[in-house]
């Protein structure tokens, strides 16, 4: 399957009409870069991506940086569209899931796919990082860390002090590459007997 290279950056409201519209949705979550296992570890953004006749849309939704979060109403919106879509896909399940419930997500996913175990049950021996897997499955140049968002990488690390709209540029892109990365892989996943494919 070709893999379309339109991606378009929404806000969170715009995301959220268009969202609608898709039964698979991709989901990522920045955290503050402490430990997400013993409590110390937060969402402080969730990414969202879809993709509409072939084009990608995505956005970031701050929940915990120090200023410019979405309001409580739009994040309970994008709440609802993570619990009703067919397929939420991740790339590390067991971790951006645990993510997800410090954000007070508490609703059951209909269907999740992790695009880190897809790789790894397709082929144990390649690297499973998002950023190899672009570059060497979906031939494109992996994660782009805008010199905007490299300067205030470089002041606050992963902090809630980190700027909401400049991380958004970098987030984003997580979630349409972990999307691309599904659909890539997906034929192949049903080709190989580990999935029917009946709800492509």
């Given at each position: 399957m070709e893999v379309s290279s339109v991606s378009k950056l929404l806000t969170p409201s715009e995301f959220l009409s268009k969202a609608v519209?898709?039964?698979?949705?991709?989901?990522?979550?920045?955290?503050?870069?402490?430990?997400?296992?013993?409590?110390?570890?937060?969402?402080?953004?969730?990414?969202?991506?879809?993709?509409?006749?072939?084009?990608?849309?995505?956005?970031?939704?701050?929940?915990?940086?120090?200023?410019?979060n979405v309001e409580e109403e739009t994040k309970n919106l994008l709440f609802q569209l993570i619990a009703t879509r067919k397929r939420i896909i991740f790339h590390s399940a067991k971790f951006d899931i645990i993510a997800l419930q410090t954000t007070g997500f508490n609703l059951q996913i209909v269907?999740?796919?992790?695009?880190?175990?897809?790789?790894?049950?397709?082929?144990?021996?390649?690297?499973?990082?998002?950023?190899?897997?672009?570059?060497?499955?979906l031939r494109e140049p992996g994660k782009l860390k805008p010199p905007e968002w490299e300067f205030f990488f470089k002041i606050y690390g992963w902090s809630p002090k980190f700027p909401a709209k400049v991380m958004a540029l970098y987030a984003a892109e997580d979630a349409v590459l972990c999307l691309k990365l599904f659909f890539h892989l997906y034929p192949i996943f049903v080709e190989s007997g580990f999935d029917n494919g009946s709800e492509v």
């Open positions: 519209l898709a039964d698979t949705m991709a989901i990522d979550t920045e955290t503050n870069g402490k430990d997400i296992r013993d409590g110390r570890g937060y969402a402080i953004g969730i990414s969202a991506a879809v993709r509409i006749d072939n084009t990608y849309y995505s956005a970031y939704f701050p929940v915990a940086h120090e200023s410019d269907r999740w796919y992790c695009t880190m175990l897809m790789a790894h049950m397709l082929n144990e021996n390649v690297p499973k990082g998002l950023d190899w897997l672009a570059k060497n499955e």
